[in-house]
């Protein structure tokens, strides 16, 4: 182990001991009237999740073998005063050294990889220990949420916005969140946060983004979104302005602010008691701001659909992150990107020549065991320049999971992702490189 576990992380575990108590004493109170009635009537934000990891990697003579551990330990009070408070502290502990967690470069924004980890591929989730979040939630307008402090932020599937909890370390932002829901079936967003905590544990507050998100519900399962995401923030974390250390074929920008605004339908309509229509329509512009380079100038658009009969569903969609010419390729800096373009992470960041995702996915549940399945056909917008001419074809990926809640507190995963590269970038874009892969999961979570 790289280091052990400290005093904080045993005092974590302690507290094991004490959280289903206040719990079941905080379900005798009717409402809270003094500060530490809100405290004991409120509720643990507290798990502990054990996950293995190996990454097999065509360009890496090691594979990854890596043993970490996630200790989230919160609380969240009632409700007194229409005032409310949050905390939840976090730490990363790693339990072996087998792998590369991405410090201290930071996906390639600091110094270069460690010579003893150079031959091992990526795994990032670094050792950490700080506040994961820390808000305060005043509720004293009918129908309306402002939050303060530090939180985690999910929109819509994350695909713009989200906390990329699949990593050890998530995503978390600093500032103010609104929330309306005074008119029936219509929920508005908005939001301005001057920093985030990236999963490196990198802290990012070069800039602010501000948020304004507006959704209508027209059926319980049915939905049309309208929003603008505003990231002034220069270097946001992927698009490294070095093009020595484009690792994931980042922009090269020395300024990547931009604006995005779009418009999404989605939702599940019921045909009878057992068939659904499965249905997605999405488009969004994206332009340079506030000092952005001018290059910046992509659309996106998802186009999809499928059915879906008892527990089980299957889709087909297609998925666009257009190229300026082989000049940008649309990005997606804060969303859950693990989520998109397959679940192995090879395209955190869109290549210059954009993305052109195809895939069929198909979920179900067999003898409580949660399934899932994904096969992607991965092409440019633009073509690049490869070892034998040009090519629009980057790969194939097939993603399977598998999922079990044994409990309410307990749960398992298995996952396994396997991507394979078809035409390979020249030489002199090798950093570019998205090389074959397989990845293996297993994770282990307890949750209060």
């Known amino acids: 182990m790289n280091r052990t576990i400290n005093t904080y992380l045993l005092a974590v575990i302690a507290t ?65 005063n229409n005032f409310s408070i949050t905390a939840q502290l976090i730490n990363v502990a790693r339990f072996n050294n087998d792998f590369y ?12 990889t460690p010579a003893d980890k150079a031959h091992y591929p990526l795994v990032v989730d670094p050792d950490y220990t700080g506040i994961n979040q820390l808000f305060i939630d005043w ?11 530090r939180q985690s932020v999910k929109l819509d599937n994350v695909r713009f916005i989200g906390n990329v909890e699949y990593r050890q370390i998530m995503q978390v932002f600093d500032g ?15 939001a301005h946060f001057e920093g985030l905590r990236r999963i490196t544990s990198q ?42 250390t484009a690792l994931f074929g980042g922009t090269t920008f020395s300024n990547n602010s931009s604006q995005t605004y779009g418009l999404r339908a989605d939702g599940s309509h019921k045909l009878d008691a057992d068939w659904k229509l499965l ?21 996106y658009w998802r186009l999809g659909g499928g059915a879906g009969f008892g527990n089980w569903s299957m889709r087909l969609d297609h998925e666009l992150l257009s190229s300026n010419n082989g000049l940008y390729g649309f990005q997606t800096p804060l969303a859950t990107g693990h989520l998109f ?29 949660q399934l899932s399945a994904e096969y992607h056909w991965l092409n440019s917008d633009a073509n690049f320049p490869t070892t034998v001419g040009t090519s629009s074809h980057y790969g194939k990926e097939l993603d399977l999971v598998a999922g079990y809640n044994y409990d309410k507190n307990w749960s398992g995963k298995l996952e396994y992702f396997s991507f394979k590269e078809d035409a390979i970038y020249t030489p ?7 090389p074959d892969s397989d990845k293996f999961m297993a994770t282990l979570m307890y949750t209060f």
Not at 50 to 66: C, F, I, P, T
Not at 139 to 149: A, I, M
Not at 176 to 190: G, L, R, T
Not at 290 to 297: E, P, R, T, V
């Open 428 to 434: 002199t874009l090798a950093t570019s490189r998205k």
């Open 16 to 80: 094991l001991y004490a959280l289903p108590t206040l719990a079941e004493d905080a379900a005798n109170v009717v409402a809270p009237t003094t500060l530490m009635e809100a405290i004991t009537m409120g509720k643990p934000m507290t798990s502990f999740r054990v996950r293995y990891e190996n990454v097999d990697q065509a360009n890496k003579s090691e594979q990854a073998n890596a043993w970490t551990m996630r200790s989230l330990i919160g609380w969240q009070t009632q409700s007194l």
């Open 139 to 149: 509720t004293g307008v009918p129908g309306t949420k402002v939050r303060v402090g």
């Open 279 to 299: 249905y997605t329509a999405e488009y969004a512009k994206q332009d340079a701001y506030q000092g952005g380079n001018s290059l910046i100038d992509a659309h």
């Open 176 to 190: 103010v969140a609104v929330e309306n829901k005074s008119i029936k079936d219509v929920e508005f967003y908005a």
């Open 203 to 244: 802290y990012i507050n070069n800039g602010n983004v501000d948020i304004a998100h507006v959704t209508w519900k027209f059926t319980p399962t049915e939905s049309l979104t309208g929003y603008g995401y505003l990231q002034n923030m220069p270097l946001n974390g992927f698009n490294p302005y070095s093009t020595s």
């Open 341 to 369: 373009q397959g679940l192995g992470d090879s395209f955190l960041t869109t290549p210059k020549q954009g993305i052109a995702d195809t895939f069929i996915t198909v979920n179900g549940k067999l003898m409580d065991v």
């Open 101 to 112: 967690d991405g410090t201290p470069n930071t996906f390639g924004l600091s110094s270069s």
